[in-house]
């Protein structure tokens, strides 16, 4: 038996061996999906295709650089993200991405390499994502395999990624000029022969003229739909371009053979083959430039990051790109300029605008020893500042990376489409069989134009464009609203949440908390407290830490328990601060101590206690405020009929307190990590829940919700954990959310009832002889830019 696929060439082993009859013949293919397109292509009557895979009858795709640059550290550091130990990730673009089938077989081809993790490629902007086990696999290895497929990809880089549409964009009109050039002519040919030129001596020269225009018009300005045609077909996938190509070498071999006098009565269609081609790369070209509008979230935001900044070296100021900008080097930013890096000030005091990453407006005071964050703007002080942060790691990159990873991200209905598509097409090639046979019997020139209209007229691309183009441009609008999509599973989950669970500080309440009172006969009480809460996250240890006005002490074996507290030893001793449950190792508890805090908190106040092996040392009490939008959100909410509940680590009458303000009947009080995990793991027995929290034990329910929003000021965790990252301090974006939900999957279910509808009403006309090949050619990307057009209305608020 053979041990390569029948089809694609790819190994057949004893676990993925798939038989199936090929022209009365038994062959070995390595999955359903190859012997399902082989069979298509016996179907339609292009089993020369296999005979002819070893030539190459159409121009290979070469790489920009040699193989072994693109494994060089120097060239991969200013693209690479490294994300776990050993797994690198990379975005890069390809202008040869062009439909829905392409995507199909980017992440087919890509993602069945050894070491490959995965792979996600985009329609909407061009970009390919790909992560890989950097002992497994080279990037040249990834790089080489892609341009196998036919497909040119380089690097992204907001530069390189303009220049390349720009260089694309100008291919394009050189083509479309030319086409139309040719198309005017013919159109003067057409009108002399329709109105008497074909019974006179000219008529046989008019022909040859036809063909002389036809001819570089097809093999120019449509070469491209040639070439993704035959690497599709050579790749085993049937793409937009397989039928687009297949009605014009039909229609201009025919128009070949007659002016060649083999037919005496047919007649020639040069005009046809020229329209059409110059009415899809108008289509095309209409079509991209619509994207591209629609859009512009991320690459507003990369335009808000200087390109250069003024480094110091030496005493001098050197003009030098962000990209060479290295870590401890020394930045001066002048007044008004906008912070090209994320660093702390060394010197200097201003105040700083940070409303792109916060949604606040009010500017910040900043002194030495105080953060700055790239993007944001300087006000009238110069400051100088130390970098801490690469380009890619600053608090803006990661905004951008979190926008742009957002289109790759695939909802589940694009996944459904994307693998419908491939037996789209096949269906069309046989329906355009069918046709052809049906008409053949009555007219042969009626046959070929009938079938080349079915070719035409359908349009997967309408199918392919229905979700990630709404799901784009929804994308876009919520980063103008400072809200980060980091799965696009979000829009179709929200509109059918029907329970929001939120947690309480920081969520609900500002997380500012303040020391009100402190028990303790201790006089390094807050010292050693605010020592040890110094390497925690939690909201609460931050008021403890401001409240110490005495030297840090030195600390070791710091331990954190999320919903409990922590630990860690000073001088040989053992410190304690968290829950009195925590803290309390079998001590008495002084009773007037415990009275006190039973009352602080019945009054709403959060009481942190301390402890050391001699006993419990006291306690502080810290207040929260609730936030001034949170109880018309929680109102809101409750309108759109949705259930909503408090799930606080927090103790059960400062739960209850906030609860009652907020008019919440709901409340978990006293949850651990784990409790809050099994609380929405209840919840979603009946119901569809919306997790929102900010700490890091949010974490595992945030992941165990059906779907999740992290407040961007929180901990790293939890807006890793999240699908949604709201970077304003207030929650009116929840409601902000919902209603994008419900209007972008108004939009995607608008554009697929569009497709079908466009596809059932037209196929049976182009079947039924009713539709020409050039009114064919207007109509399909006419539907395209339709469902573009129906998508872009999101942006209207």
């Not at 296999?50 to 120097?74: M, N």
């Not at 949705?642 to 307190?657: C, F, H, N, Y």
Request: charged share 15%; proline share 3%; aromatic share 8%.
């Amino acid at each position: 038996m053979s041990n390569s696929c029948f089809h694609c060439g790819l190994e057949v082993t004893n676990h993925n061996r798939i038989q199936a009859n090929i022209n009365q013949s038994s062959h070995d293919f390595c999955c359903a999906g190859c012997a399902s397109v082989c069979q298509t292509i016996y179907q339609s009557g292009l089993g020369a295709f296999y005979q002819q895979q070893t030539s190459s009858i159409l121009p290979a795709v070469d790489l920009e650089y040699p193989l072994e640059f693109y494994d060089a550290p120097a060239f991969q550091q200013p693209f690479l993200e490294v994300a776990d130990e050993g797994e690198k990730i990379i975005t890069l673009i390809s202008d040869t991405i062009h439909c829905a089938a392409c995507v199909w077989l980017i992440e087919k081809s890509i993602g069945s390499l050894s070491g490959v993790n995965w792979v996600r490629a985009s329609l909407t902007d061009k970009r390919i994502r790909i992560s890989w086990q950097e002992g497994d696999i080279q990037l040249s290895d990834i790089m080489q395999r892609l341009a196998d497929l036919g497909y040119s990809a380089m690097p992204y880089e907001q530069n390189i990624a303009e220049k390349i549409a720009n260089k694309s964009n100008k291919a394009m009109l050189y083509k479309i000029g030319f086409a139309a050039f040719t198309m005017m002519n013919l159109l003067w040919i057409s009108i002399a022969m329709y109105t008497g030129a074909s019974d006179g001596k000219y008529y046989h020269y008019f022909q040859w003229l036809g063909f002389a225009l036809a001819t570089p018009t097809l093999f120019y300005s449509g070469l491209g739909f040639l070439t993704n045609a035959y690497n599709g077909l050579k790749n085993g996938v049937m793409n937009m371009d397989v039928p687009i190509s297949i009605g014009a070498l039909t229609t201009y071999f025919y128009s070949v053979y007659v002016l060649l006098g083999f037919s005496a009565k047919g007649e020639v269609y040069f005009d046809t083959v020229v329209n059409f081609i110059f009415v899809i790369l108008i289509g095309r070209y209409l079509e991209s430039s619509a994207k591209k509008s629609s859009i512009s979230a991320s690459s507003s935001l990369q335009q808000l990051q200087p390109k250069v900044a003024l480094v110091i070296k030496a005493d001098e100021e050197i003009i030098t790109p962000i990209s060479a900008i290295g870590i401890n080097d020394r930045v001066l930013i002048k007044p008004g300029e906008r912070i090209p890096v994320d660093g702390r000030v060394v010197f200097g005091t201003s105040e700083s605008d940070e409303s792109l990453l916060t949604g606040e407006s009010k500017p910040i005071a900043k002194g030495v020893g105080d953060e700055v964050f790239a993007g944001s703007v300087n006000g009238q002080g110069a400051l100088e500042i130390l970098v801490e942060k690469t380009l890619k790691q600053s608090v803006l990159g990661k905004i951008v990376s979190l926008v742009e990873n957002t289109q790759h991200n695939k909802s589940s209905i694009v996944c459904s489409i994307d693998k419908i598509i491939p037996y789209f097409v096949a269906i069309t090639l046989l329906l355009a069989t069918a046709t052809f046979i049906y008409w053949y019997p009555q007219d042969f020139d009626l046959a070929l134009l009938s079938a080349t209209s079915v070719l035409i007229i359908t349009c997967p691309c309408a199918f392919g464009l229905a979700t990630p183009m709404s799901i784009a441009v929804a994308s876009g609008v919520a980063i103008k609203d400072k809200i980060l999509i980091k799965n696009s599973d979000a829009f179709e989950v929200l509109d059918q949440v029907d329970w929001v669970v939120f947690d309480k500080t920081g969520t609900l309440t500002l997380g500012e908390f303040e020391i009100t009172q402190i028990e303790s006969d201790r006089t390094d009480f807050i010292q050693i407290m605010a020592s040890i809460e110094k390497r925690s996250e939690h909201p609460l240890a931050k008021a403890i830490v401001a409240q110490n006005n005495d030297k840090f002490l030195s600390i070791s074996e710091f331990i954190s328990i999320p919903g409990q507290g922590v630990s860690a030893t000073i001088e040989d001793q053992i410190y304690k601060v968290g829950r009195l449950s925590f803290v309390n190792d079998d001590h008495q508890v002084d009773q007037q101590m415990l009275d006190k805090s039973k009352q602080i908190e019945r009054e709403g106040a959060s009481c942190i206690w301390c402890s050391s092996p001699q006993g419990v040392l006291g306690f502080v009490a810290l207040s929260d405020q609730i936030k001034a939008d949170a109880k018309m959100v929680v109102k809101q909410l409750q309108a759109l009929g949705k259930q909503v509940s408090i799930l606080s680590g927090d103790s059960q009458a400062v739960t209850e307190k906030v609860a009652n303000y907020l008019n919440i009947k709901h409340i978990v009080a006293q949850a651990l990590p784990v409790d809050k995990a099994n609380y929405i793991k209840q919840l979603q027995e009946k119901q569809c829940v919306l997790m929102i929290g900010d700490g890091v034990n949010d974490a595992p329910a945030l992941v165990q919700a059906d779907t999740s929003m992290a407040i961007g000021s929180g901990s790293d965790v939890s807006v890793n954990h999240s699908d949604v990252v709201l970077l304003k301090s207030t929650l009116s974006p929840i409601i902000t959310m919902f209603n994008l939900a419900k209007r972008t999957n108004r939009g995607i279910k608008q554009n697929i009832v569009f497709a079908l509808m466009y596809n059932a009403l037209m196929v049976p006309l182009a079947m039924m002889a009713m539709i020409t090949p050039l009114f064919a050619a207007i109509a399909m990307p006419i539907s395209s830019l339709i469902v573009i057009g129906n998508a872009a209305r999101l942006r209207n608020k």
